[in-house]
């Protein structure tokens, strides 16, 4: 994802909004809560649990998972800022059955990532 970043898509500037975007195009300034792997096993994650998918909530009650490893993500700390914009909303999916795709940026690792807010379509 060279070049490509939620600052970017932000036009620059730290986004005032908190919440999560509810628009296409449109960003929101938030903190990581946690990351996780996709799968709970009940206990401490170590290491190989990320290998069936990784999870990560945000301090704006946002969400994005993966069926992969996202290094991205494993990288990212509770507490590090980032920059959340929405790409696309699933025209299939309704207004409370997720099917959104998120660009998030990292404003200390620099890393960036596109992921959905729900492991299946439309939350199914």
């Not at 990581?32 to 069936?52: I, K, M, Q, S």
Request: glycine fraction near 12%; aromatic fraction near 4%.
């Amino acid at each position: 994802m060279q070049g490509i970043s939620a600052q970017s898509l932000a036009g620059s500037r730290l986004p005032e909004a908190k919440a999560i975007p509810e628009k296409a195009g449109r960003c929101a300034a938030t903190s990581v809560l946690e990351v996780h792997p996709r799968l709970d096993n009940g206990g401490a994650a170590d290491d190989a649990d990320f290998d069936n998918g990784t999870g990560i909530d945000y301090a704006n009650d946002g969400y994005q998972v993966s069926y992969n490893r996202e290094e991205a993500l494993i990288r990212s700390k509770p507490g590090d800022p980032v920059t959340m914009c929405l790409v696309e909303i699933d025209r299939d999916c309704g207004p409370d059955e997720g099917g959104r795709l998120f660009l998030v940026t990292n404003g200390r690792t620099h890393e960036s990532w596109i992921l959905p807010d729900a492991q299946h379509k439309c939350g199914g």
